[in-house]
């Protein structure tokens, strides 16, 4: 497996799961006071969703068979894990809390991608798609209250 293949599939795992993590936390928050934030995160949802598409149209090149490895697994990633138990609540400062850290692992994902050693034919999506992550990781981190 070669290291673009095995980027590839990370950023597709982590994705899903951000793709899953939004979408629960865009239901958790539709009927809070703030419908604006359920909304931009069904947008990231999407956002993430078609990133993955576009990962996985490059592992299918690598020979790879996305489509049977790429499903979310039963427990969402270490990034995604602490909104499980926020989804049922309806504290919305919470669920934008555990956004931010699923948000925090997608970043630090990318940055750890752009730090390996993938081809030059690769780098540029993933340093696009590090720039889009980025952008919903400050837009997460800017609701959080600010800290005394």
Not at 10 to 24: M, P, R, Y
Not at 55 to 75: F, M, N
Not at 121 to 148: S, T, W
């Amino acid at each position: 497996m070669s290291t673009d293949e095995k980027i590839a599939n990370q950023l597709i795992h982590t994705l899903e799961n951000g793709k899953v993590g939004f979408a629960k936390a865009a239901d958790s928050l539709a009927d809070s006071d703030r419908p604006e934030i359920a909304a931009k995160f069904r947008e990231l949802s999407q956002q993430r969703a078609t990133m993955s598409d576009e990962l996985k149209k490059i592992t299918t090149s690598y020979g790879d068979d996305a489509e049977q490895r790429s499903s979310v697994p039963g427990v969402l990633h270490r990034g995604w894990m602490a909104v499980k138990d926020v989804f049922t609540g309806d504290d919305t400062d919470a669920v934008i809390s555990a956004a931010e850290t699923g948000e925090d692992h997608a970043v630090a994902e990318y940055q750890d991608a752009l730090a390996s050693d993938i081809s030059p034919e690769f780098r540029p999506l993933v340093a696009r798609q590090m720039m889009a992550v980025q952008a919903g990781h400050d837009y997460v981190r800017g609701l959080l209250p600010a800290k005394g």
